[in-house]
């Protein structure tokens, strides 16, 4: 889609304005009532990268356009299923997470990985702090690059610098309208400190349990002096898909939805069913136990959005072994 000349670009979100960038000056516009009336399964009206037109006077955001993509997961909203736009109109994903301090969560990354195959948008895991832990790196590298993921293996202190994972994270951010996102602590601000030049985001330290402080407070959109725009998001410490369902959710992940033709029956779950060919990987260390047990707690999801009855009236296990003959 061609965006008007007379758009502008959402760069931030405050409780009751947001800051757009119209031909290049900063504003701090409300949004027009009715784009709170229109029911979507949105929690908000518009995100950040968002294109939107004004009203005429100039004075209030009139209008969302289409967006070209969107990272969205389930919103933590009591009662409601809602999906929260993290970011629209973006080229990648760059998935943060350090190996140690705080620990790896595979949840976590494979929530954003499969939430980004989702919306066809190219994603990079970036494994911060290795210095701390080189072994769990290379484990965790090994684990990703095996689902056709790209991986780069970064350490941002001084003298054990990782140039080139460094220089090639620059480039992706320099290309690209890029969303960086994962836990808190995990280093997302320093990595930017680090490949762009005088941004200066404010960084911070592990509490006493190993979790991060939210040193980023909000989502905001970063023009790039090589080029491209960087979304610098709060740390998350879960991701949750929004409306998937059961039998796409298999296609999300590389390495299982390989082994669907092998297994017996065509509409295989692989959840206990008879001669499934991703348990069988499994158990040969062909996929990874922890991308596989991500998989199944997004399938319970899934499974639960799908069936007719509330999750009180139901058994907690679904059990396996059902056959779905080809």
Same mark, same amino acid.
């Given at each position: 889609?061609?965006?008007?000349?007379?758009?502008?670009?959402?760069?931030?979100?405050?409780?009751?304005?947001? @800051?757009?960038?119209?031909?290049?000056?900063?504003?701090?516009?409300?949004?027009?009532?009715?784009?709170?009336?229109?029911?979507?399964?949105?929690?908000?009206?518009?995100?950040?990268?968002?294109?939107?037109?004004?009203?005429?006077?100039?004075?209030?955001?009139?209008?969302?356009?289409?967006?070209?993509?969107?990272?969205?997961?389930?919103? &933590?909203?009591?009662?409601?299923?809602?999906?929260?736009?993290?970011?629209?109109?973006?080229?990648?994903?760059?998935?943060?997470?350090?190996? #140690?301090?705080?620990?790896?969560?595979?949840?976590?990354?494979?929530?954003?990985?499969?939430?980004?195959?989702?919306?066809?948008?190219?994603?990079?895991?970036?494994?911060?702090?290795?210095?701390? &832990?080189? #072994?769990?790196?290379?484990?965790?590298?090994?684990?990703?690059?095996?689902?056709?993921?790209?991986?780069?293996?970064?350490?941002?202190?001084?003298?054990?610098?990782?140039?080139?994972?460094?220089?090639?994270?620059?480039?992706?951010?320099?290309?690209?309208?890029?969303?960086?996102?994962?836990?808190?602590?995990?280093?997302?601000?320093?990595?930017?400190?680090?490949?762009?030049?005088?941004?200066?985001?404010?960084?911070? #330290?592990?509490? @006493?349990?190993?979790?991060?402080?939210?040193?980023?407070?909000?989502?905001?959109?970063?023009?790039?002096?090589?080029?491209?725009?960087?979304?610098?998001?709060?740390?998350?410490?879960?991701?949750?898909?929004?409306?998937?369902?059961?039998?796409?959710?298999?296609?999300?992940?590389?390495?299982?939805?390989?082994?669907?033709?092998?297994?017996?029956?065509?509409?295989?779950?692989?959840?206990?069913?008879?001669?499934?060919?991703?348990?069988?990987?499994?158990?040969?260390?062909?996929?990874?136990?922890? %991308?596989?047990?991500?998989?199944? %707690?997004?399938?319970?999801?899934?499974?639960?959005?799908?069936?007719?009855?509330?999750?009180?009236?139901?058994?907690?296990?679904?059990?396996?072994?059902?056959?779905?003959?080809?």
């Amino acid at each position: 889609m061609k965006i008007p000349s007379e758009a502008g670009l959402v760069l931030r979100i405050d409780a009751k304005v947001c @800051h757009v960038e119209i031909d290049g000056v900063r504003k701090q516009l409300p949004l027009a009532g009715k784009l709170f009336e229109q029911k979507t399964h949105e929690k908000r009206p518009l995100a950040v990268g968002d294109h939107v037109l004004l009203d005429p006077t100039g004075q209030v955001i009139d209008k969302v356009l289409p967006r070209s993509s969107q990272l969205h997961r389930r919103a &933590a909203t009591e009662g409601e299923h809602q999906a929260q736009v993290l970011a629209a109109n973006i080229t990648q994903v760059i998935a943060v997470a350090s190996v #140690k301090s705080p620990p790896f969560q595979p949840e976590l990354v494979d929530g954003l990985l499969a939430a980004a195959a989702r919306q066809e948008i190219p994603a990079t895991l970036v494994l911060t702090k290795i210095d701390l &832990a080189l #072994k769990a790196a290379d484990k965790w590298a090994a684990v990703y690059q095996h689902a056709n993921v790209r991986v780069l293996r970064t350490c941002t202190v001084e003298g054990k610098q990782t140039t080139e994972a460094l220089e090639e994270v620059r480039q992706l951010l320099n290309e690209n309208q890029s969303v960086l996102i994962g836990l808190s602590g995990a280093g997302k601000s320093t990595l930017l400190n680090a490949v762009v030049p005088g941004v200066q985001l404010r960084t911070g #330290k592990l509490n @006493h349990i190993q979790q991060g402080r939210h040193t980023t407070t909000h989502t905001e959109l970063l023009a790039l002096p090589g080029g491209g725009h960087v979304l610098d998001t709060p740390g998350v410490r879960n991701f949750h898909l929004f409306c998937t369902g059961s039998q796409e959710l298999q296609f999300l992940f590389p390495e299982i939805a390989a082994k669907l033709p092998e297994c017996a029956y065509r509409s295989c779950l692989h959840d206990g069913e008879q001669d499934c060919a991703v348990t069988a990987a499994l158990t040969a260390g062909e996929i990874a136990a922890t %991308r596989y047990g991500s998989y199944l %707690r997004m399938l319970t999801d899934a499974l639960d959005d799908e069936s007719p009855y509330p999750k009180s009236s139901r058994s907690p296990s679904r059990g396996g072994g059902r056959r779905r003959p080809r």
